[in-house]
């Protein structure tokens, strides 16, 4: 497409005529590395899958929770859902510009609603009291 030893059109004039950004004719793309990330790296810790044996059968038996970031021009937020695992239903969300406790507590506190298992990876250390706290008060 581009000649860059053409006798009479610049690099530049030749972009030009064709709609292209210059910095696409000079543009070569890196090697990257393929990594396996379905392989745990040596010395991980592996935990037990404790919803092995057990048997989804009603709504708010078990909830799930996931947490996820979202790039703004202006930052980063945050997105929790709370999502009821029988029906697949997202029961609530919540959305923060900081991943704090109360942020994760607030997205699981659906009414009155408090399932008998909550399958989760959110809560940070400091979190688990007050998760514990939630759950026992009936």
């Given at each position: 497409m581009v000649e860059p030893e053409h006798p009479k059109l610049s690099i530049l004039r030749q972009c030009e005529l064709l709609g292209i950004p210059r910095g696409m004719f000079y543009?070569?793309?890196k090697e990257t590395l393929e990594k396996n990330l379905s392989r745990p790296r040596r010395g991980a810790a592996k935990y037990p899958?404790?919803?092995k044996d057990k048997t989804i059968w009603?709504?708010?038996q078990l909830w799930a929770s996931d947490i996820t970031y979202i790039r703004l021009s202006s930052g980063t937020v945050y997105l929790v859902s709370i999502i009821d695992v029988y029906s697949r239903k997202i029961l609530s969300f919540r959305?923060?510009?900081t991943m704090d406790t109360e942020f994760c507590v607030a997205a699981v506190t659906v009414g009155d609603n408090?399932?008998?298992l909550v399958?989760?990876?959110i809560f940070p250390k400091s979190g688990l009291e007050k998760w514990a706290?939630?759950?026992s008060n009936p």
């Open positions: 543009y070569e793309p899958y404790l919803l009603l709504p708010n959305v923060s510009n408090i399932p008998v399958h989760t990876l706290q939630l759950n």
